[in-house]
């Protein structure tokens, strides 16, 4: 009944085949519940820096806008500027006095 390759393997009768079955399928649930627990840590881990990812793009994004509003706002304040300077001169050019008044003494 020896098949071609076979080793035989004695084994105390303490260590019986059934022992054997029950261990081999304690070590393979083991196995899997590693496996499970280590797709568990991953998918943990990939949460944990995608909200790290979010809340700096979320950082970012304000910097940004704050950045356009600034300019916008830099913008505004120029055209205003010159707006002033532009009625300033104008005033500036006019004469104060009314014409044929009589000069302040």
């Known amino acids: 009944m020896r098949e071609e390759g076979a080793i035989l393997v ?12 029950k ?8 196995f899997v519940a590693l496996q ?9 881990a990939l949460m944990l820096f ?4 979010i809340v700096g793009a979320v950082i970012a994004l304000v910097f940004y806008l704050i950045d356009r509003a600034s300019r916008w706002g830099i913008g505004v304040a120029e055209q205003q500027a010159k707006r002033a ?14 014409p044929r008044s009589e000069p302040a003494q």
């Open 85 to 98: 300077i532009s009625a300033a001169e104008e005033i500036s050019k006019k004469q104060l006095r009314r």
């Open 36 to 44: 499970i627990y280590f797709v568990q840590e991953m998918v943990a």
């Open 50 to 53: 995608t909200g790290i990812f």
């Open 23 to 30: 261990w081999l399928w304690f070590a393979l649930g083991a």
């Open 10 to 21: 004695k084994v105390s009768k303490a260590f019986s085949e059934r022992k054997a079955r």
